[in-house]
């Protein structure tokens, strides 16, 4: 497994990552011994960046995760998040950057992972009506008080992004990335090539529709993706058509839609750390065949031809959800 850098401050990391949201939330078909199994052949096969949050269960991923790598601590770069905010039945209240929320936060979540240090601390969203340069105040006060290794934001943009950095170096911005979502590529990434700043994709596989193997169909009830915009009865089969078109250009190449889509995530910069996110070891070994595969040029032209910006039909959330972004 080859490593890359994100941001300039010293972390580094495999240059896949895995998401383990999924493991404990949100999806169906949930299997948690599965999914330890998955972290551990994850960190086997020499991954070293473990994705969660403390909105995921909400509270459950963390103690996953947690369990999960008691005994290889040393092998592991934990990235964790705080902002979006839950209560204990899983209630949404809201996005939440207070300071001393922050702080709050960042003791739970070292308790739930079993560690006594963070190795990537993420604002989940923006607090909009927080100023951010408060949030990563508090945020800066964990690296002083060495909870926090590095700093992270997720799904900010570029002026927030830059009045951040004014007030300590972060590391890494997670934003959601694929040929499905490809609204970064508007500025986003220049200005974290600009501001030092790696870029995390997360759902490099648009939730799974870039594999070919999610239709609605397969979707569970109380699988959250029935409600997204682009799994909708009007919108997924357009966009199974256009899956259908990477398909090909998979075969001709020996490689699945899956490998090819991340394959493209991973050729647009060294800087780039995608963490897709699977709950069962077969996808994870799938997945990480993506790091060596090298696109060629003329290969990339023609998944750019087939799957161009804007390609994709429908929203990448509903409504509610695209309000609390950072656009």
Not at 183 to 203: K, Q, T
Not at 209 to 238: C, H, W
Request: hydrophobic share 40%; charged share 25%; aromatic share 6%.
């Amino acid at each position: 497994m080859k490593h890359r850098h994100l941001g300039d401050q010293g972390l580094e990391v495999s240059m896949m990552g895995l998401g383990c949201m999924g493991m404990s939330d949100f999806y169906s078909g949930r299997d948690e011994t599965e999914a330890v199994a998955t972290i551990h052949a994850a960190l086997d096969a020499g991954v070293t960046f473990l994705d969660t949050a403390d909105m995921y269960g909400p509270f459950t991923n963390e103690r996953l995760v947690g369990g999960a790598v008691a005994g290889r601590r040393d092998e592991v770069v934990l990235a964790t998040k705080f902002g979006n905010q839950r209560d204990e039945t899983g209630a949404f209240l809201g996005v939440n950057g207070r300071p001393e929320y922050v702080l709050a936060c960042c003791d739970a979540s070292l308790q739930r992972l079993g560690v006594d240090m963070i190795d990537l601390y993420y604002q989940h969203r923006v607090d909009r009506s927080v100023p951010i340069e408060e949030t990563v105040g508090a945020m800066a006060s964990l690296v002083e008080a060495g909870k926090v290794r590095f700093l992270g934001m997720s799904e900010a943009s570029a002026g927030t992004l830059e009045r951040a950095v004014a007030v300590h170096p972060i590391s890494a911005l997670q934003t959601e990335y694929s040929l499905f979502s490809r609204d970064p590529e508007g500025g986003l990434l220049d200005a974290c090539r600009r501001l030092n700043v790696g870029f995390v994709p997360y759902s490099p596989l648009g939730r799974g529709i870039l594999t070919g193997l999610v239709t609605r169909a397969t979707l569970a009830e109380d699988d959250v993706r029935r409600g997204a915009p682009r799994f909708s009865e009007e919108n997924i089969e357009a966009n199974l058509a256009l899956v259908a078109a990477l398909t090909r250009l998979g075969e001709a190449r020996g490689v699945t839609s899956a490998q090819m889509a991340l394959a493209w995530v991973l050729a647009q910069g060294e800087d780039i750390v995608p963490i897709p996110g699977t709950k069962r070891r077969t996808h994870l070994a799938e997945n990480l065949e993506a790091t060596s595969i090298v696109l060629s040029a003329d290969e990339l032209v023609q998944i750019d031809a087939a799957l161009p910006r804007g390609a994709a039909k429908g929203r990448r959330y509903a409504d509610a959800q695209m309000s609390s972004l950072d656009l």
